[in-house]
């Protein structure tokens, strides 16, 4: 094996276990080809080159030393920008986060480094992760590597980029309404939502609190229960990081699907359904029932009510979170103004783009004197109803499948002047952060012009080990091998 | 199908509400925009949920206690580090009260 950066999370640690590779080399070689392909992806805003050869080199001190070796060591990883990372640049895809450096980690990135893995850089994300496509960064585009012309989903696209093109062993990205689900169906690899309150978000930089989850983005599935297994668990800094206990992942990914009842929902197979999604989401299911699975139609009946109850909900939220940009305690200062509130107007004009202008003001409006309750005390109302969808269904079944979304990716631009038409791409992927259930994403297969398309698998609350069983029987019916993308780098071709 | 009109006078409500400051060409395409999307949403008053009570939060906790012990917090310096104006240790912010 000459090219290290093919290797997944689990098969890099056996080779650094094995000395085959040193962390250092590992490290040199992703560096290497981020150099060669990341102006033409846009995967990376920051690349940590010295801090990622810092580290590699103190994992090959331990390899020397003979220390107990960790469950990551040596793991390099893309890590999204809305992480907090102790001394390395975190921007949120913001202009006005563009000078930002983090004072401490985030508690996932505190379990990552403290197992061992190493951080190769910060990831492109829509600005603060309000976006399905990776076009509303403050800073450039990310281009899909199954398709340069093509959009790689978002909000956590450079992460899904990264490690679809290689970039990274893995990574982390943040999930809301489909943020990981999405681009990882969208680029081709594994991307899991963890149950609300499985993972700290302790050093997230909030968008909406009571959605926002951290979850891996990798290149097969038990790398995803690998990460899992680090990032979960109770975390004092998180008062809603809940104290379940966190079982053995690695191990329910080979369990297989003997047993299990998984649903399939009348309202994620209707019109806007991409007829080759449904045509793969249907084979995958059909794997399934071959590996042993029993299926059956189930009823999820406020599906459609979910992008409106999101777009209530989350705007709200973010609107409340992101008052805390106000050009005193970090961030961009705009211009000389003489007094506190013209001050803090402009900084915010001057440092947000206009889609998070767009949800602020939407927020805003439907949290104000007058409209709270027919806007948002209803959408909360409506969101009982879709979690009540949920518990019904999972009384009868274990799991349930679908289409990750409904399209394989679009291309870049093509959706960017229509709010409504960008927001009903994540009409699969909502209504899981709203009932505050975990959602894995593995890949099916490929549209006709070769563009990966995703299944979902949707859980129980804190039940994500029988999504690895799912997502992990689909995988290995299917085989694993991955197809590696030749990716032409283009010079110049980073777009601004 | 939709009744809801947002005037140009709300979105200047809301973006002082939100300390936005807005140019006069964005003020109507944020005003269009909005109608938009709140017209899509509206669709929720179709819904019926009498005696539903609103999900704020999905995990069944309300306060989460710990003991109240005194703790190392981070360094002044390290916290003034990002400020755009840090000034004798503290931020210093534009006049607030009028002369």
Redesign the interface.
């Known amino acids: 094996m000459s090219d290290w950066t093919r290797l997944t999370i689990h098969e890099t640690v056996t080779a650094l276990r094995d000395g085959r590779v040193t962390a250092r080399a590992l490290v040199e070689a992703y560096l290497e080809r981020i150099g060669l392909l990341n102006d033409t992806l846009g995967a990376y805003l920051t690349v940590a080159a010295s801090t990622a050869r810092t580290q590699a080199d103190a994992v090959d001190d331990r390899f020397r030393r003979g220390e107990p070796l960790r469950p990551l060591e040596g793991v390099p990883l893309a890590i999204k920008d809305v992480l907090c990372t102790r001394g390395i640049r975190t921007t949120c895809g913001s202009r006005i986060l563009a ?3 983090p ?2 980690d985030a508690t996932a990135l505190v379990r990552l480094i403290g197992d061992g893995a190493i951080v190769l850089g910060k990831t492109n994300c829509d600005e603060f992760a309000m976006g399905s496509s990776t076009e509303n960064s403050g800073f450039h585009v990310t281009r899909n590597p199954w398709g340069l012309d093509r959009v790689p989903g978002g909000s956590s696209g450079g992460s899904a980029a990264a490690v679809a093109a290689d970039l990274a062993a893995g990574g982390l990205g943040t999930d809301t309404g489909g943020s990981v689900r999405q681009p990882a169906a969208l680029c081709g690899v594994v991307g899991l939502k963890p149950t ?2 499985r993972v700290s978000r302790y050093g997230l930089i909030a968008f909406a609190s ?1 959605l926002d989850q951290i979850g891996p983005l990798t290149k097969d599935v038990r790398d995803a229960a690998l990460l899992l297994e680090t990032i979960a668990g109770h975390d ?1 800094l998180d ?2 990081a ?1 104290g379940e206990p966190v079982p053995d992942y690695q191990a329910a990914v080979g369990r297989g699907v003997e047993g299990l009842t998984l649903g399939i929902p009348d309202e994620y197979f209707v019109a806007g359904l991409d007829p080759e999604v449904e045509h793969a989401v249907r084979d995958a299911i059909r794997v399934l029932e071959r590996c042993g699975a029993r299926t059956r139609r189930v009823s999820l009946p ?1 599906t459609d ?1 979910g ?3 999101y ?2 909900v989350a705007p709200a939220e973010a ?1 409340s979170n992101l ?1 805390r940009y ?8 705009a211009g000389d ?10 900084t ?2 001057a440092g ?1 783009g206009p889609e998070v ?2 949800r ?3 927020g ?2 439907v949290l ?1 004197a007058g409209y709270y309750d ?2 948002y ?9 879709i ?1 009540r969808d949920f518990a019904r269904a999972f009384a009868e079944v274990d799991a349930i499948v679908s289409p990750t979304a409904p399209t394989p990716a679009f291309k870049i631009g093509e959706k960017t002047d229509d ?2 038409a960008m927001y009903l791409n994540d009409v699969f992927t909502i209504p899981a952060p709203l ?2 259930v975990p959602a894995i994403s593995v890949p099916c297969g490929f549209s006709l012009t070769g563009l990966p398309i995703g299944l979902q698998v949707i859980g129980k ?1 804190f039940d994500e080990a029988t999504l690895f069983r799912v997502a992990g029987a689909y995988e290995a019916a299917r085989g694993t091998a991955r197809r590696r993308l030749e990716i032409a780098p283009v010079p110049g071709a980073r777009p601004a | 199908m939709s009744d809801v009109k947002i005037t140009l006078a709300e979105v200047e409500h809301v973006a002082r509400l939100a300390r936005l400051a807005l140019g006069a060409d964005e003020r109507e395409r944020m005003r269009s925009q909005l109608d938009t999307i709140l017209g899509y949403v509206e669709q929720l008053r179709r819904v019926d949920t009498a005696g539903v009570e609103p999900t704020a939060h999905v995990l069944p906790i309300v306060n989460v206690m710990r003991d109240d012990e005194v703790r190392p917090s981070y360094p002044v310096d390290a916290m003034l580090a990002n400020a755009p104006d840090p000034h004798d240790r503290q931020f210093r912010v534009p006049r607030i009260i009028e002369e």
């Open positions: 000078d930002f450096v004072p401490y609300y309150g009571s004092p008062s809603t809940a406020h009510a992008v409106a109850t777009y209530i609107s008052a106000d050009g005193v305690k970090y961030g961009l200062r103004a003489r007094d506190l509130v013209s001050m803090t107007a402009s915010r004009a947000f202008r767009r602020i003001m939407l805003t409006y104000s027919a806007y005390a209803q959408a909360q109302r409506v969101r009982t109803l979690r709010p409504i009932a505050g609350p």
